[in-house]
């Protein structure tokens, strides 16, 4: 797998993140936090990281939910995949949302979502009369049945 270096800066105790496996195509990122977090039900919070990123041009990094926190407890992102531009040099932080009925905790140092580096193109948008025919045309959500 091509790797592409990304410079980080971490606050004081913050755990870099990292590759829980091999193949992993996210790194898992810790809460930041000296106190648990309490979401309520389709309550969210924003939780820092503690992690600034210096991504190099052309790349996004998207920040995902863990499939293990969604599945278990209902816990997600309320923006997902969260995209951190290249040009952006500020705290990493994660929009948790409790999308179950029960109360979920955060625990300081909990992974909460993973990091995912993307390569990302511009558009050039050019104005134009028509577009071209398709099979499927102007048929939106659902059109091709279930």
């Known amino acids: 797998m091509e790797?592409?270096?990304?410079?980080?800066?971490?606050?004081?105790?913050?755990?870099?993140p990292m590759y829980m496996t091999?193949?992993?195509?996210?790194?898992?990122v810790r809460a930041n936090?000296?106190?648990?977090?309490?979401?309520?039900?389709?309550?969210?919070?924003?939780?820092?990281?503690?992690?600034k990123m210096e991504i190099p041009e052309g790349y996004?990094?998207?920040v995902r939910p863990r499939s293990g926190l969604a599945l278990?407890?209902?816990?997600?992102?309320?923006?997902?995949?969260g995209t951190i531009d290249s040009d952006y040099r500020g705290e990493i932080g994660v929009i948790m949302i409790n999308l179950s009925k029960?109360?979920?905790t955060v625990e300081p140092g909990?992974?909460?979502?993973?990091?995912?580096?993307?390569?990302?193109y511009q558009m050039?948008?050019?104005?134009?009369?028509?577009?071209?025919?398709?099979?499927?045309s102007s048929g939106g959500f659902g059109h091709t049945g279930k």
């Open 3 to 16: 790797k592409v270096t990304v410079k980080i800066i971490l606050d004081k105790g913050v755990e870099k």
């Open 22 to 28: 091999e193949g992993a195509a996210g790194m898992d």
């Open 33 to 51: 936090i000296t106190e648990p977090v309490t979401l309520g039900s389709l309550e969210r919070k924003l939780i820092p990281t503690g992690i």
């Open 60 to 62: 996004e990094v998207q």
């Open 72 to 81: 278990k407890h209902g816990i997600s992102m309320a923006n997902t995949p």
């Open 102 to 104: 029960d109360e979920y």
């Open 110 to 120: 909990e992974r909460i979502a993973q990091l995912v580096l993307g390569k990302v």
């Open 124 to 136: 050039n948008l050019v104005e134009a009369d028509e577009l071209s025919s398709s099979e499927r």
